[in-house]
């Protein structure tokens, strides 16, 4: 879940639109605040084909250039690179690294890079390089500020990381978009990234932030050369002017469909659908500090209203996608099969609501009396159409919740209201969708959201020393029977005390024009593999 966006643009769902959305589910108008109270549409962009262009179209936009902000775009388009990579099961891969050792005690690793690799300027990618850009990126946001690191520097022509202790998810780290290597020439005197000249086999041509960059074709790039030559990518907000865009022929490849225009498309005579489940969940972040919210019997009960399955096949066309854990199936060691399941139980969530001290009024909604003063069970649920599902689960959310007796009103904003609510303590409920292998470990995932000062994305007013113990093992335990034992027991406890509360599991899908032959979407979401496709003929 990325992205900074220019509210005048972004705040543009009404409670008008999303009521008929709602309608057209069965769902009731749902009761929604809006920050600024604009409405804007996306006019359908003068995009059209250009012969031997690829044009690419999301939700996402460019908020910055350093890697630590936007690192995701360039790595998508394949314009930067990182040491490592994933395969599609998330074991690491050589990236600007070809190879690499460690030593007996896990501290020390010596990488080789590619010896023909070379930045988009024509210089040498040289271990130097990396490590002033590997030293840069510790000062900044981003993943390596997980990682025990005592030094970075140059051996000869390899790289040298000495960790303070083991770290079995260093090449996962080295993965993430944040650690980016890009030419000394990208940065200013003060380590401000000023251009994005990095050493993939595309290079930036233009650049039109927020919304739309180019690339073309890198002639110096050490790899099999990409029958692609040049590619575009446009940010455009509104789902409905995506799935246009797609059906009209306006775009190649159209990512960030809402499931309504998937499921039309899924029809369409030409454009060809293709959909992975990724290892990305929907749920509620909860203020587990707020006063009404940090007994786990209330969280429970809040997790017993939700009718997951009826939200996956509503919403999301596919009742399997109805989460009756944290981690999906998708996630091998993490998910585990014997956890009892997230299930649906409103007699049982209104049990614990009254060990609590709640009770009904007449109209069935939740109050509290002290005997001086009464308060009622309302809480503001904050959420983003940058991923178009999103509003509509919201709104089937506070349906739910209102069935139990709270009432939920939906504020629908930008994605970093939500971080912003966490640090400001202002945050009571938020909608998001977490991707667990944003790096290819979800170690390093779980560390950011779920680690003693919680997470942007993940735990708020939370804090359990057991997990924290698990997750410090796991970063320091090689054994791989010790280590699934870790995950299993850390997954049992995110289950037991719901300091996020999983609603669906999540699919990945995107609408290809047939000039092209896709090379498969990426389950972990890091790349749109330009440099496998083929035109088609």
């Known amino acids: 879940m990325r992205g900074r966006h220019?509210?005048?643009?972004?705040?543009?769902?009404?409670?008008?639109?999303?009521?008929g959305l709602a309608a057209g589910l069965g769902l009731p108008r749902p009761v929604i605040a809006h920050p600024n109270g604009d409405h804007a549409h996306d006019p359908l962009p003068a995009t059209n084909q250009i012969p031997g262009v690829l044009s690419i179209v999301g939700p996402w936009e460019l908020t910055g250039l350093d890697p630590s902000r936007a690192g995701f775009m360039f790595s998508r388009m394949e314009i930067a690179e990182t040491l490592f990579d994933a395969a599609d099961d998330g074991s690491p891969l050589p990236g600007l690294a070809a190879?690499?050792?460690?030593?007996?005690?896990?501290?020390?690793?010596l990488l080789q890079l590619r010896p023909q690799a070379r930045f988009h300027d024509g210089s040498p990618v040289s271990a130097a390089d990396v490590v002033h850009a590997l030293n840069l990126a510790r000062t900044k946001p981003g993943i390596l500020g997980l990682v025990p690191i005592e030094r970075i520097d140059a051996h000869q022509d390899q790289v040298r990381i000495r960790l303070k202790h083991a770290f079995t998810a260093l090449p996962a780290a080295l993965a993430h978009s944040s650690t980016q290597i890009l030419a000394p020439a990208s940065y200013d005197p003060d380590g401000v990234v000023r251009g994005v000249i990095g050493s993939g086999p595309f290079r930036l041509t233009h650049l039109?932030?927020?919304?739309?960059?180019?690339?073309?074709?890198?002639?110096?790039?050490?790899?099999?050369?990409?029958?692609?030559e040049r590619a575009t990518y446009l940010a455009v907000g509104r789902g409905e002017t995506r799935a246009l865009m797609a059906e009209s022929g306006q775009a190649d490849l159209v990512f960030g469909l809402d499931p309504a225009s998937l499921q039309?498309?899924?029809g369409h005579p030409t454009l060809q659908v293709e959909s992975v489940v990724i290892p990305r969940t929907i749920y509620l972040k909860l203020n587990a500090g707020h006063?009404?919210?940090?007994?786990?019997?209330?969280?429970?009960?809040?997790?017993?209203?939700?009718?997951?399955?009826?939200?996956?096949?509503?919403?999301l066309r596919e009742r399997s996608l109805a989460a009756s854990q944290l981690f999906p199936p998708t996630l091998d060691d993490w998910h585990v099969p014997a956890l009892p399941p997230l299930h649906h139980d409103l007699a049982q969530a209104r049990q614990l609501l009254r060990e609590l001290g709640w009770h009904t009024d007449a109209q069935g909604m939740l109050f509290r009396s002290d005997g001086a003063q009464t308060e009622v069970f309302s809480l503001n649920l904050r959420t983003f159409p940058d991923r178009p599902e999103l509003p509509i689960v919201a709104t089937a959310v506070q349906e739910q919740l209102r069935q139990l007796g709270i009432r939920v009103t939906v504020s629908l904003g930008n994605s970093s209201d939500i971080p912003a609510g966490h640090r400001d303590g202002s945050l009571e409920l938020a909608l998001g969708a977490r991707n667990f292998a944003v790096a290819p470990d979800p170690l390093l995932t779980l560390m950011q959201d779920f680690g003693p000062s919680g997470g942007d994305w993940g735990a708020m007013g939370?804090?359990?020393?057991?997990?924290?113990?698990?997750?410090d093992a796991l970063q320091r335990t090689r054994d791989a029977s010790a280590r699934q034992h870790l995950r299993t027991q850390a997954a049992q406890i995110l289950h037991q005390a719901l300091p996020v509360i999983p609603v669906a599991w999540?699919?990945?899908?995107?609408?290809?024009?047939p000039r092209v032959n896709s090379a498969g979407l990426d389950p972990l979401e890091r790349s749109y593999r330009l440099s496998r496709m083929q035109w088609s003929r």
């Open 208 to 228: 039109q932030p927020p919304q739309r960059f180019e690339v073309e074709r890198f002639a110096g790039w050490d790899g099999p050369p990409p029958a692609i």
């Open 6 to 19: 220019n509210p005048s643009r972004r705040r543009f769902t009404t409670q008008l639109a999303l009521g």
């Open 506 to 513: 999540y699919r990945h899908s995107a609408a290809l024009h």
């Open 462 to 471: 939370w804090h359990d020393p057991a997990l924290d113990a698990t997750l």
């Open 99 to 109: 190879r690499w050792t460690q030593s007996a005690d896990g501290r020390e690793w």
């Open 264 to 266: 039309r498309l899924q």
């Open 291 to 315: 006063r009404w919210l940090t007994d786990p019997r209330a969280r429970q009960a809040i997790s017993l209203a939700l009718q997951r399955s009826g939200i996956a096949h509503a919403v």
